[in-house]
């Protein structure tokens, strides 16, 4: 789950393995979720959206799930590589009707992919 | 190719001199906005823009500025910057009532 101390949660994966990051969120009305990837020294890069009407949506490599009963959200890799090391973190949007000023960040995962 | 561009992407500086976060977008976004990224604490928002001339206080607004005069620029303005304002910050753009967010690749501001 997402963070609420000082370090960040590490999710260590031998490369090949399957990945799961969780994240727990708190505001029952957010309609839209949002997983970004942050490599280290780079900006979040968006990897994939839900919206609350779904409970799952696959990408490439990458499946979200959602779970509105329990407020979780979870990223699925497929077939972890090196290139998928970063910090993971979810976010809600709080704007029924959208817009970025509604965002609200997770404090992140670190994933560790080992050889 | 579509950019956040952000700069000094590395500074130092020393308390009380006033410095300034450049921030361009080349999107044409409506709405762009600054986060700063501190260990345990995530993403913080602490101005945004939801159009030129229209800005808003996000959650720790406290010791900054901001501008919005032309629709790609968004200058994050530290007029008497402190110690507790070392971080990593990082500059946002979107389409109005788009959720999708596009970062710039993060200024290190260390002030001593």
């Not at chain 1, 590490?10 to 979720?33: K, M, P, W």
């Not at chain 1, 090196?82 to 509604?102: I, L």
């Not at chain 2, 977008?25 to 229209?54: C, F, K, T």
């Not at chain 2, 968004?74 to 990082?90: A, G």
């Amino acid at each position: 789950g997402e963070s609420v101390g000082l370090h960040l949660p590490t999710l260590s994966v031998q490369e090949g393995d399957n990945s799961i990051i969780n994240c727990a969120y708190s505001n029952s009305a957010s309609d839209y979720f949002i997983w970004y990837k942050q490599e280290s020294g780079k900006g979040p890069q968006f990897i994939i959206d839900i919206r609350s009407n779904m409970d799952k949506r696959q990408g490439q490599r990458v499946t979200v799930l959602l779970n509105k009963t329990v407020k979780h959200l979870s990223l699925q890799i497929a077939a972890t590589q090196p290139g998928d090391s970063a910090v993971y973190f979810c976010a809600e949007n709080e704007n029924s009707g959208g817009g970025a000023d509604g965002l609200t960040f997770g404090k992140g995962t670190h994933l560790i992919i080992q050889p | 190719e579509a950019q956040v561009t952000q700069n000094p992407r590395y500074l130092i500086t020393v308390t009380g001199k006033k410095l300034t976060v450049t921030c361009s977008q080349n999107m044409n976004h409506e709405y762009m906005s600054w986060y700063r990224q501190d260990p345990g604490l995530g993403l913080r928002q602490i101005y945004y823009s939801m159009n030129v001339e229209v800005t808003d206080k996000g959650d720790v607004p406290e010791g900054y500025k901001v501008s919005r005069k032309e629709k790609r620029n968004f200058p994050l303005i530290l007029e008497s910057p402190s110690p507790n304002q070392t971080s990593l910050y990082f500059c946002a753009s979107s389409w109005a009532g788009g959720n999708t967010i596009y970062f710039g690749e993060g200024s290190w501001l260390t002030v001593v």
